[in-house]
C-alpha cells in the first residue's frame, strides 16, 4: 500500500470570485523510504500539494489517502489527532516554542502522544545527538543558529515516529554550510532509518541530492524523476493543464526503485 | 496539565515588560479594590454600631403612632408592666425608658426645633453609651436642677455656654403648651452634627414635672445579648403586649436597614467595576500575544496539539497573570488592612464634612475571609471571561499560519 496517494487532487481558491487554481488534478504516490522532493517556481502549488499531504488544508476536489486513510472527508480533531501519529512537519520558519529549550521542545510532541516521561527524555537526548545538538539540549531558540533550530525541528517531526516528515522549504532560511548540514543528516535518516521525507524546495542543492524530484508547474505535475541508480527517468506527456494521471509507480522499497512518468 | 501550566507560565514573561505592567495593574486594582471595600465595610459598620451603641439599642418600644407624630400623650401604656417583662427576659440584658416629645429650644439669640429627650441616667448608660459623647462640662448625673445638655453645634449656633440657662417649650400630655428653663450643665459631640442640632437631653424626672402628672414613657429602647435575638424578643413583646409596637434596629432606622443591605452589595460591585476595568487590559495583553504567535499556535496545531490544549492554555495564561497579580495585591491589601484596623483612616481634615452625614472620620476598615475569597472567585470569573474570546481566536487559527512567511 502506498504510503502517500492522492487522487486528482485540486484546490481553488477564491472560488466564486477571481478563482485561483493552487493545483489541477495532482495524483502521485509516494512509497516508504522515500526521499522525494518537489519543485518549482513561486506559485506553482508545490506548497499546497504539501498542505494537502499533510491534512492542513483541504482540496476543492479529489482525495488524499496516508496509509489507505482518506484525509479528505476527516473532521478537524480527528485531523489533528491523526497528524499528531502519523506526520513530522518541519517548517521554513523552524517554528520552535521559544520558550522551550531544544529538549523541551522535542519532548512537547511525545508528550502529546502521553508517552512515558522517562522514555520521552530519552528519545529526545537520543535524537538532539543524532543531529548533533548533543551538547544544545538546555539552550532555548533565540540562543541557537538558524541551522541548529532547523536540526532541532528535524529531531522533533521524528519525535513522534511519523509515518513520514513534510517539510516546506527547510533550507530556504539557511546559509548553504548550514543547509549542506540539515541535508545530510535527512539523508542520513534516510538511508538509516528508512525515514521517508517529503519536502519542497527552491534550493538546487538540495534538488540534486533528492532521490526523486516531482517537478510542479501551474498547479500540475510537470515531471516526477527519479534518480536512484535503479531508477530510470520518464517522459513527460503533459503540462499543467494535464488530465493529472501520472502516477509514480515505484515499488517502494526505501531505495526508490520505479519509474517516474511526467504527467 | 503540568506541561500546559509551565508554558503559559513561560509564555507570560516572553514579554516582561508588558507582563509586568498588567501584573501591576492588576495588583494596584485589586489593592485599591479591597482596601476600598474594606473601608466601605468599616465606615458602615461603625455607623451600625454607633447608632445601635449610642442611640437606637438593639430594639425598642413606642405608642404605635408615636414614631409618625411625636406627640407628647402618644406614650406607652402600663410601661411598668413591659419594663417588668424586659427584667425578667433572660435574653434582655439592658433598657432605658425615655421620656420625649418635640419641642423649641428658646436661647437670647434664637429659637430652634429640638427634639427633647428626657433620660434615667442610670438606666441610659446600661443601655447606650451617649455619655462618652460629652465633650465639655457634666453629664445629666450632676446634682444640678433642671439640667440640660445641648450639642456642640447647637450651643455654638445659640452662642451657648455652660450655666447658662435656656428655655424649652413643648405640648404637655393634655394638650397644653408648657415651657420650663433648664441650665446647661454640658455639650455633647455625636457623629452626626444633624443629630447634635436637633436633640437635647434632660432627666426624665425634671422633664415629667413639666409633661405630665405621673412619669410618661415614650421610648423603651432594650438591649439583648446576642444580636441574632432581636427578632424573636421583639415577636415576643408585641405578642405579649397590646397598644404597643416593638421594632427591631433595622426597622427602626431605615438608614441601618439600607447600610446593611448595601454592605453585601457594596463588596461586589466595586470588585467588578474594577475588575471590569482590568478585564479589558487582559483581554488587549492577550489578543496582541495571540497576534504575535499566530505563526506558533499554528505550528502547533499543525504538529497535533488539539484545540482543547490550546484553548486551556491561552484561558491557563490569563488566569495565571491575573493571579499572579490578584494574590500579590490581596496580600498587599491584607497587610494594609492588618495595619489600618490598629490605626485607623484618619480623615481628620473632612472630619466637619464627614460628621455632617453622620460617620465618624476614623475608620477601621474591615474584611472578612469570606469577602477575600467572594473578591477571588469574581477575579477569577472575570478573568476566565475575558479570555474566551482569545481562546476562541486562538483556536480558530488555520494551522497554515505556521507555514507563512511572516
Known amino acids: 500500500m502506498a504510503l502517500v496517494r492522492t487522487e486528482k487532487l485540486s484546490k481553488v481558491y477564491n472560488p466564486d470570485t477571481v478563482p485561483v487554481h493552487a493545483l489541477r488534478d495532482v495524483s502521485i504516490t509516494i512509497e516508504p523510504g522515500e526521499f522525494t522532493s518537489i519543485v518549482g517556481p513561486s506559485g506553482s502549488g508545490k506548497t499546497t500539494l504539501l498542505n494537502m499531504i499533510g491534512g492542513l488544508d483541504k482540496p476543492s476536489s479529489g482525495k488524499v489517502f496516508i496509509n489507505g486513510t482518506d484525509l479528505t472527508g476527516m473532521k478537524d480533531s480527528k485531523l489533528i489527532d491523526f497528524r499528531l501519529q502519523n506526520i513530522g512537519f518541519v517548517f521554513q520558519h523552524y517554528n520552535l516554542i521559544p520558550v522551550f529549550t531544544a529538549r523541551e521542545n522535542v519532548s512537547f510532541i511525545m508528550l502529546l502522544q502521553k508517552r512515558d516521561k522517562k522514555e520521552m527524555l530519552r528519545r529526545a537526548d537520543e535524537l538532539l545527538e543524532s543531529v548533533g545538538l548533543g551538547d544544545r539540549k538546555d539552550a532555548r531558540p533565540k540562543e541557537m543558529s538558524g541551522g541548529q533550530q532547523q536540526r532541532v525541528a528535524v529531531a522533533r517531526a521524528l519525535a513522534s515516529e511519523p509515518k513520514f516528515i513534510l517539510a516546506d522549504e527547510p533550507t530556504a532560511n539557511l546559509d548553504s554550510t548550514a543547509a549542506m548540514n540539515l541535508l545530510d543528516i535527512m539523508l542520513r535518516m534516510n538511508k538509516e532509518q528508512n525515514v521517508t521525507f517529503v519536502f519542497s524546495t527552491h534550493d538546487q542543492r538540495v534538488i540534486d541530492r533528492a532521490r526523486r524530484v516531482i517537478t510542479m508547474v501551474d498547479g500540475a505535475v510537470d515531471s516526477d524523476e527519479r534518480r536512484d541508480g535503479t531508477n530510470e527517468s520518464g517522459d513527460s506527456t503533459g503540462k499543467g493543464n494535464s488530465t493529472g494521471t501520472g502516477t509514480s509507480t515505484g515499488t517502494g522499497t526505501g531505495n526508490g526503485n520505479g519509474n517516474a512518468q511526467k504527467s | ?406
Open chain 2, 1 to 406: 496539565m503540568k506541561t500546559l501550566i509551565t508554558i503559559a507560565w513561560r509564555n507570560i514573561w516572553r514579554h516582561p515588560a508588558r507582563s509586568g505592567v498588567l501584573i501591576a495593574a492588576v495588583v494596584v486594582g485589586l489593592w485599591a479594590g479591597v482596601v476600598t471595600v474594606g473601608t466601605v465595610n468599616g465606615l458602615m459598620q461603625q455607623r451600625i454600631d454607633y447608632l445601635i451603641d449610642s442611640e437606637i439599642a438593639h430594639a425598642q418600644i413606642h405608642h404605635p403612632e408615636f414614631l409618625a407624630e411625636g406627640y407628647s400623650w402618644l406614650n406607652i401604656p402600663d410601661h411598668e408592666e413591659i419594663l417588668n417583662w424586659l427584667d425578667e427576659d433572660a435574653r434582655v440584658t439592658a433598657w432605658s425608658a425615655r421620656t420625649m416629645t418635640d419641642g423649641m429650644l428658646q436661647s437670647p439669640v434664637k429659637t430652634s426645633g429640638v427634639r427633647i429627650r428626657g433620660i434615667d441616667t442610670d438606666r441610659e448608660t446600661r443601655t447606650t453609651d451617649f455619655h462618652e459623647n460629652m465633650v465639655e462640662g457634666e453629664y445629666l448625673d450632676s446634682g444640678i436642677r433642671n439640667a440640660v445638655i445641648v450639642g456642640k453645634s447647637l450651643a455654638q449656633d445659640h452662642n451657648l455656654r455652660i450655666g447658662n440657662r435656656i428655655v424649652l417649650v413643648f405640648e404637655d400630655t393634655g394638650n397644653e403648651l408648657s415651657s420650663a428653663s433648664f441650665n446647661i450643665v454640658g455639650f455633647f459631640e455625636s457623629a452626626s452634627t444633624e443629630f447634635d442640632e436637633r436633640n437635647v437631653f434632660v432627666r426624665s424626672e425634671d422633664f415629667t414635672r413639666y409633661l405630665a402628672d405621673e412619669l410618661v414613657v415614650h421610648e423603651i429602647a432594650f438591649r439583648v445579648a446576642e444580636l441574632e435575638m432581636v427578632p424573636a424578643v421583639v415577636a415576643d413583646v408585641n405578642a405579649t403586649f397590646s397598644g404597643i409596637e416593638a421594632q427591631t434596629w433595622r426597622e427602626i432606622s431605615p438608614e441601618l436597614n439600607v447600610l446593611v443591605e448595601l454592605g453585601g452589595v457594596m463588596l461586589y460591585v466595586i470588585t467588578l467595576i474594577i475588575m471590569l476595568a482590568l478585564a479589558f487590559g487582559i483581554l488587549n495583553t492577550m489578543l496582541m500575544a495571540l497576534f504575535e504567535r499566530m505563526r506558533e499556535i499554528g505550528m502547533l496545531l499543525s504538529i497535533g496539539m488539539s484545540k482543547l490544549r490550546v484553548f486551556s492554555m491561552i484561558l491557563l495564561e490569563s488566569v495565571i497573570l491575573t493571579l499572579s497579580g490578584a494574590l500579590t495585591g490581596f496580600l498587599l491589601a491584607w497587610g494594609s488592612i492588618l495595619y489600618l484596623t490598629g490605626s485607623g483612616i484618619n480623615l481628620e481634615r473632612f472630619a466637619a464634612g464627614i460628621a455632617e452625614l453622620g460617620w465618624d472620620h476614623i475608620i477601621f476598615p474591615i474584611i472578612s475571609p469570606p469577602e477575600y475569597v467572594g473578591i477571588l472567585i469574581l477575579v477569577i470569573v472575570i478573568t476566565l471571561l475575558a479570555s474566551v474570546y482569545p481562546a476562541l481566536k486562538a483556536i480558530r487559527i488555520n494551522p497554515l499560519e505556521a507555514a507563512k512567511d511572516s
